[in-house]
């Protein structure tokens, strides 16, 4: 019998709280271009703190958990989107956010870390960019992920 989604979430959060660090697997393209899914995973740890910017595993609308940059914090309410998504956010309280993504790890086994200064000033650029990556992410959906799904054939 195979565990459920949650369920292995679950286990992740269990062990980040404990202290541990969790390699996870991504899943989706919400992430592009920083996390491919279906290829990169996660390091995730225990967050003592979370500012906008942050990428988090986080339960949001009460129903789904999800690895996502953090938008904006207002006081108790956390804004999340997905890097590859051009509209459409999630909500969540900080309490929900269950642990911190650190680093990006390939399929080789290099772990990059997210919040190195040239990975900030990109996602920065990245969201600034926002009203137009709808062609940049077709382009690279089109040209790069193709690519890449023929290398593994």
């Known amino acids: 019998m195979y565990a459920s989604d949650n369920e292995i979430i679950g286990n ?3 062990f ?4 541990m660090l969790v390699t996870f697997p991504v899943k989706g393209y919400s ?3 920083f996390i491919i899914g279906d290829r990169d995973s996660v390091d995730l740890v225990r967050p003592d703190s979370v500012t906008v ?3 988090v595993l986080a339960w949001v609308e009460n129903c789904r958990y999800v690895v996502h940059r953090i938008i904006e914090i207002d006081g ?3 804004t999340l989107m997905g890097d590859g998504n051009i509209r ?3 909500h969540c309280r900080l309490s929900d956010v269950a642990a911190l993504a650190v680093n990006v790890v390939s399929p080789d086994g290099r772990h990059k870390p997210l919040y190195s200064a040239g990975r900030m000033r990109a996602s920065r650029l990245w969201w600034r960019l926002l009203p137009v990556r709808r062609w940049i992410l077709a382009v690279y959906r089109r040209t790069y992920l193709k690519m890449m799904t023929r290398g593994r054939k």
């Open 53 to 55: 910017g942050h990428v």
């Open 16 to 19: 980040v709280n404990e202290g």
């Open 76 to 78: 108790d309410n956390v």
């Open 31 to 33: 992430m592009l271009p």
């Open 88 to 90: 459409g956010t999630e």
């Open 12 to 14: 992740a959060i269990k």
